[in-house]
């Protein structure tokens, strides 16, 4: 077919789930033109699988996503009817905030907010290819034969990329959710070199809200006290949705298991590697057959539907089995399946074939982002979509790479953990995979973040005002702390009625709040002196003050970890004149040319040993240089 001309752009983002949206938003907030193309517009942040923002590890995301000037917080802020706060009984370093949404609410939102954008357009089409002259990303194709040129490419494709789903027995090509997948550009992605591979995912069923009898299950409702996503929120007021908690049974665990010959996951039909943190309910059964039941939750996918999301059960088994293994759990006895439960296989990148800065190592110009890079998750993909639409920006004007690293931010620990060690299932965030965690905590994230996402030229002047204020708030009210002293007299009747000990000297009402069983709030009975703060400053401050021993460790571990990351590694060099090196750790170390000795001894197959050779090479080359 011959191509014609549509139009020019600096870049074009593939795709508009959660990873294209934050990719086309910062292009544009940054000044640069940006055409982004979805196969359908109701693919727009579209919520295919669980109706919900955020959750351990991805809460933290999403903080930090909003801090930079994302969007997915304000967002869902607008748009949850249900908001918790998860692991409260656990340290703050792991407290993660997790909102239900209005799915369909969501995707209108986020949709407007394309829309509406300067510099942004948004088109529906189906890209079937990519314009490649000598080396570089330039543009797109489309099936209608139409095709955009650009300064730079973000392929952001979720689970469209040669999409199949499996029910049972059935198998057939199809993107998440019903919608159309994309088959041409897998093939045509193939023979750029591109060293793709196939993943898998899944979804539970839906059922009819009205079927199901909330009698026979516990209730889960949402916090009193509702905290913002988004720094730009103090506080939050809405009437809030429950959500519902039952369990499978022996008779549910033997329904699975006499039809495990007839699920795609066990019957050879599914090629693709799933994650394993979030199996199917057929895998959860046969990997964990001495367990005695597993929990699951009835969550509503909006207020203008009676879809119930029956979340921890997603599965590839037949329709019938779904229907009969579902009926088998307290309160779904009589359920009503309006959407089956499904597995979706698709197309995927190595993720070691990127750059830090997600651009690809071989056709420059050529950015990634999301499930395509090995992912799962929107929280995940959002965060890559951020930082691959700044990056294209800063690649466009000749700028340096905006890299976040593992002891600045959750989104630096995701994003090294993809290009740095790979992935061989969809990678999930997680709290443990982060060495630094007290000191990348959720609240504290526009402190870390936000003047770095100013110097990149994505937030605006409001967020970055109002982060000054709340600065220079907190700072100054931790000093009036330290500062602000009491006599045993004035402070021993309130300790006394908190179940704290007394006191025999003067003490600062800061040694009082560093007191486990002591908060900010409470203090107000001694301390009638204090400004006006938000639940962010107050949350972060007595975080700061409660662990602060704790944290300057972590500090001064940051500090050992900085050394070797800016230790930099010229990236034409050669590792096979590196004498003592062994044969793996200079393939690997030719093939992905970390940037720093820091991001060497992560990658699998590099040793302490062989850190210790190149940093005695380097030693050598920089007294070679001076002379010496």
Known sequence: MEKFLMGTYDIIVVGAGHAGCEAGLAAARMGKKTLMLSINLEAVAMMACNPSIGGTGKGHLVREIDALGGEMGINIDKTFIQSRMLNTAK????????????????????????????????????????????????????????????????????????????????????????????????????????????????????????????????????????VPFSFMNDSLKREQVSCWLTYTNEKTHDVIRANFHRSALFGGQIEGVGPRYCPSIEDKVNRFADKERHQLFIEPEGLYTDEMYIQGMSSSLPEDVQEEFYRTIPGLENLEIVRPAYAIEYDCIDPLDLKPSLENRHIEDLFCAGQFNGSSGYEEAAAQGLMAGINAVRKIDGKDEFVLDRSEAYIGVLIDDLVTKGTNEPYRIMTSRAEYRLVLRQDNADLRLTQKGYEAGLVKEDRYERFLRKKEVVEAETARLRKTMLKPAEVNPFLESVGSSPVSGSVSLFELLRRPEISYDELQRIDGNRPELSSHQKTMMEVQIKYEGYIEKQRQRIEKFKKLENKKLPQDMDYDTVDGLRIEARQKLNALKPLSVGQASRISGVSPADINVLLIYMEKNRRKRDGR
């Open 91 to 226: 340290g703050p370093a792991v407290h993660s905030l997790r909102a239900q949404a209005d799915k369909n609410l969501y995707h209108i939102e986020m949709k407007k907010t394309l829309e509406n954008e300067q510099n942004l357009h948004l088109k529906q089409g189906e890209v079937t290819d990519l314009i490649i002259e000598e080396g570089r990303a330039c543009g797109v194709v489309l099936k209608t034969g139409s095709c955009y040129r650009a300064k730079a490419v973000i392929l952001a494709t979720g689970t469209f990329l040669a999409g199949r789903i499996f029910i049972g027995e059935s198998a057939y090509d199809s993107g998440p959710n019903g919608l159309a997948p994309s088959m041409e550009l897998a093939g045509n992605l193939r023979k750029y070199g591109l060293p793709m591979r196939r993943f898998k995912t899944g979804t539970p069923a839906r059922a009819l809200g009205k079927s199901l009898d909330y009698s026979r299950m516990t209730e889960q409702e949402g916090d009193e006290d509702i």
